[in-house]
């Protein structure tokens, strides 16, 4: 039985409406295709399975090669990668859906062997993440990266500009920065892993100037109303911590605001983890920013009925229930189970456990 719940109802995002409030959080599924790191076929099917969400939002994809931290990531930097975005956009459109494509840089969470010429992976300071990383197969320590120069910032940004360009001519309904969980522009905010004594460290200002150049730089490519980002204030994702996440994270927002972007995507607690890892004020960030707030992070039906009847969020993005379930949509509008997911296939590997989850009306079909 359907409860009385704003899930469903639409949202205007923008130049968008949306049909409901379902969003498919970002999703690394580790199944591009080698040596381009182009999207392989398997994604077009993948992605278009899924577009009765409101919004779909891609794995994460890198600007650029340094900006590559695990195997067999897209990307969206060269031609073939756009090409193969291309088919993924379009099949989701035919099928009536929305696609942005998040945008990454992973800063030090990385691995020689990805970097070009097998270099150093690059960092706002050099300290190494404790953690793994996936490449040839097998989770692997993370490598010892070098701080980035001064010099090297202005082009980090600029890979953020073609990747947003790229992502246009590829059919994107918009693009997603990812600020969150560990990667480079956490690792810039975060006064754990940012020991600068530039312009890029420091002070909270300091600090959130890359991630809010970027914002800036992208936005004015792709349009305001089309430029959302993701952040995780308290995340100990990739080994990352900030000694006063509440004071950073509201100047983050304040200047998000200003640059009208259309969404914050907010992961609250540790990413995959518990919700209340650390104190925080969520609704101090929800009042700074007058554009759409999405929430993630353990959402199910009840919790994200209950956030959006307390106008906490305008928007529910789910991860795990969107990898096993291709139609949550029309699941939880029904009250019917969900499938289970399968952390096995999670990363790496073919169309087992990517696209071969079943709908309910194929489940009930096959009975
Ligand atoms: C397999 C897997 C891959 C993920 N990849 C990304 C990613 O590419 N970008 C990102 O911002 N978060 C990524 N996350 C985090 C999810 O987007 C999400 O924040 C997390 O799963 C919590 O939401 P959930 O409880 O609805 O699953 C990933 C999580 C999982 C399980």
């Known amino acids: 039985m359907s409860q009385p719940t704003k899930l469903f109802e639409p949202y205007k ?91 990454w840089h992973v800063g030090r969470v990385s691995h020689n062997s990805l970097q070009p010429n097998g270099g150093a992976p690059v960092a706002p ?22 701080a980035l120069e001064l010099s090297e910032i202005p082009g980090i940004i600029e890979d953020f500009k073609r990747g947003t360009a790229n992502a246009l001519a590829a059919g994107f309904d918009g693009v997603e920065i990812h600020g969150a969980n560990g990667y480079l522009l956490d690792q810039f905010a975060k006064d754990g892993t940012n020991k600068r004594t530039d312009a890029y460290g420091g002070s909270i200002e300091n600090r959130a100037k890359l991630m809010l150049e970027i914002s800036k730089a992208v936005a004015a490519e792709a349009g305001a109303e089309r430029t959302g980002i993701r952040i995780s204030p308290v995340t100990p994702a ?48 929800r009042k700074r920013f007058k554009q759409a707030y999405v929430a993630n992070n353990g959402y199910d039906f009840e919790l994200a009925t209950k956030v959006l009847a307390a106008n906490e969020a305008d928007l529910i993005a789910f991860g795990k229930p969107f990898i096993s379930n291709p139609d949550l949509v029309e699941r ?4 019917a189970p969900l499938n289970a997911f ?26």
């Open 13 to 103: 995002l923008g130049p968008l409406t949306l049909p409901n409030r379902f969003v498919m959080a970002p999703l690394t599924r580790n199944r591009a295709v080698p040596p381009g790191m182009v999207p392989s076929p398997l994604a077009v099917e993948y992605y278009a399975q899924r577009a009765s969400a409101g919004l779909l939002i891609t794995e994460a994809s890198q600007v650029s090669p340094q900006g590559q931290g695990y195997q067999d990531t897209p990307g969206i930097y060269s031609k073939e990668q756009v090409a193969g975005w291309r088919k993924v956009t379009d099949r989701v459109h035919e099928r009536g859906g929305r696609i942005f494509i998040q945008l």
């Open 125 to 146: 300071s050099a300290i190494r993440a404790k953690g793994k990383t996936f490449v040839n197969n097998f989770f692997t320590d993370i490598s010892e990266p070098r």
């Open 238 to 285: 990739n080994d990352v911590s900030d000694s006063n996440p509440q004071p950073l994270f509201d100047y983050i927002v304040d200047h998000l605001n200003a640059l009208k972007l259309t969404y914050i995507h907010v992961i609250e607690g540790a990413t995959g983890g518990p919700r209340d890892v650390a104190p925080f004020d969520y609704a101090s960030l």
């Open 332 to 335: 939880l509008q029904k009250g």
């Open 342 to 367: 399968d952390k096995a296939t999670f990363y790496g590997g073919g169309a087992k456990g990517y696209t071969d989850y079943p709908t309910l009306e194929a489940a009930e079909a096959a009975q």
